[in-house]
């Protein structure tokens, strides 16, 4: 959950002004939530689930949406209403055929969870602090409940009319997992209309199966077999990649190379609406300054092939930063994270150019390469990993009046 909050907030952050013509039209903080199968046969609509998640505006409540759109407390209650070896699981979900669409009010860091052959397995839980939260699926956990239910989800935020950033973010993510071919349309006032995600009229989920584990190099292949498959795809860090797993170590002399270089040399670089940058590594530090603020910014030691998978550690670290800098510490962390998965953080200038993303021959992250691809995706827009939306390469969408929000399940 915390990842997905950090995404929400990036991805607001970005927003880009809102046109005139959906300014001049006034959106009455309804957007209709509506799934779709497009299963081609294989799973009936009494067959297909989903449930939506997130917090009230007003207090930060979690809560979940019913059958007519409201949003409605979760409580640990909850628990009880599905059983599975014992342990009671809240039962939030829908059936398509009961439940094809909803029109919601806003909601904030919420997620769309959708499920095949059965609902999924949720629970509430109050934390250390009293917080009330949810636990949803784990596919690390071996224990999880939720291991052979082949789901997927969106992740979104509708925000009030009253703020400025106003309107939807969603978006679709292949950051933990790839469960079914999903697409993604959003509609909006203005006459906003754009689609995301999955080809799912082009290509069926086996060839998904059998297509990534003929184009990646042979070290990321399980990811798509036993005993991931038949119910998911996972990502590196969920699978060989893990510490402790034969991969652990798959970007390291990547990483190597690029500490020791920048020991001997700047790494100058630019970014929109912060400045120029100059780095170099002193001892494992990577030591940033510049920018418009004239900061002084860290990567407070060198990062693992997880952290860099996963965009985390030490690639998610306020450490050392003045607090007026601590933004940018982690948008520069972001940057670099994303160079690293792409194999192009010695050429700041094409950070952001996809024709020089995954060169052929070298250590990169070829999970998220997979799911860029122009036969795969539209407009080649993949969450492949945590920060693949730097540099505008994810299937992020944002409009300030969205009136439809269309979930299409291929198979």
Same mark, same amino acid.
């Not at 934390?127 to 979104?156: C, H, K, R, S, W």
């Given at each position: ?13 970005? &927003? ?12 009455? @903080?309804?957007?209709?939530? @509506? ?113 052979? &239910?082949?789901?997927?989800?969106? @992740? ?5 009319? !009253? ?43 086996? @060839? ?10 042979? /070290? ?18 969920? #699978?060989?990649?893990?510490? #402790? ?12 190379? &690029? ?16 400045? $120029? ?27 693992? $092939? ?5 965009? /985390? ?14 933004? $940018?510490?982690?948008? %520069? ?27 052929? #021959? ?19 827009? !993949?969450? #492949?990993?945590?920060?693949?939306? &730097? ?16 979930? $299409? %399940?291929?198979?």
């Amino acid at each position: 959950m915390k990842r997905m909050f950090a995404l929400l907030a990036v991805l607001m952050s970005l &927003v880009l002004a809102p046109s005139a013509a959906a300014v001049a039209q006034e959106w009455n @903080e309804q957007t209709v939530f @509506e799934v779709v199968n497009q299963t081609r046969g294989r799973w009936a609509d009494q067959e297909i689930h989903w449930a939506i998640i997130g917090r009230r505006w007003e207090d930060g409540h979690f809560v979940r949406i019913d059958a007519q759109g409201q949003q409605v407390p979760m409580s640990v209650a909850d628990n009880g209403a599905l059983v599975r070896n014992g342990e009671g699981y809240t039962h939030y979900f829908h059936r398509l055929s009961d439940v094809p669409a909803v029109s919601i009010a806003p909601l904030d860091s919420a997620r769309i969870m959708l499920s095949v052959g059965g609902p999924m397995y949720i629970k509430v839980l109050i934390d250390a602090d009293g917080n009330l939260g949810y636990a949803g699926a784990d596919i690390q956990n071996p224990t999880d409940p939720n291991l052979d &239910v082949i789901f997927d989800f969106g @992740e979104m935020a509708i925000v009030p009319i !009253a703020r400025p950033d106003r309107g939807i973010f969603v978006n679709t993510s292949r950051v933990d997992q790839f469960g079914f071919p999903l697409q993604l349309r959003v509609q909006g006032l203005g006459g906003y209309d754009e689609t995301v995600g999955e080809r799912v009229d082009a290509l069926t989920r086996d @060839e998904v199966f059998a297509r990534f584990v003929q184009r990646v190099p042979a /070290e990321f292949a399980h990811l798509a077999q036993t005993p991931y498959a038949p119910y998911r795809i996972v990502a590196p860090a969920h #699978g060989g990649f893990g510490r #402790g797993r034969p991969h652990a170590a798959y970007l390291q002399p990547y990483i190597d190379h &690029v500490w020791e270089r920048y020991r001997h040399e700047d790494l100058v670089f630019v970014l929109q609406d912060l400045g $120029t940058f100059t780095g170099r590594v002193q001892g494992d530090t990577f030591r940033f300054t510049g920018g418009h603020q004239n900061g002084t910014f860290f990567i407070n030691g060198k990062p693992d $092939t997880q952290m860099v998978l996963l965009g /985390e550690g030490l690639l998610n670290d306020a450490g050392n930063a003045a607090p007026q800098d601590i933004g $940018t510490q982690l948008q %520069i962390q972001a940057q670099v994270a994303a160079a690293l998965n792409r194999h192009v953080i010695e050429q700041p200038a094409q950070w952001y150019d996809a024709a020089f993303h995954y060169p052929a #021959g070298q250590l990169a992250n070829r999970y998220a390469q997979f799911w860029h691809g122009s036969d795969i995706a539209h407009r080649n827009l !993949a969450y #492949g990993f945590s920060y693949d939306d &730097v540099g505008g390469h994810s299937p992020s969408l944002h409009t300030p009046s969205p009136t439809r929000v269309t979930f $299409t %399940i291929g198979w």
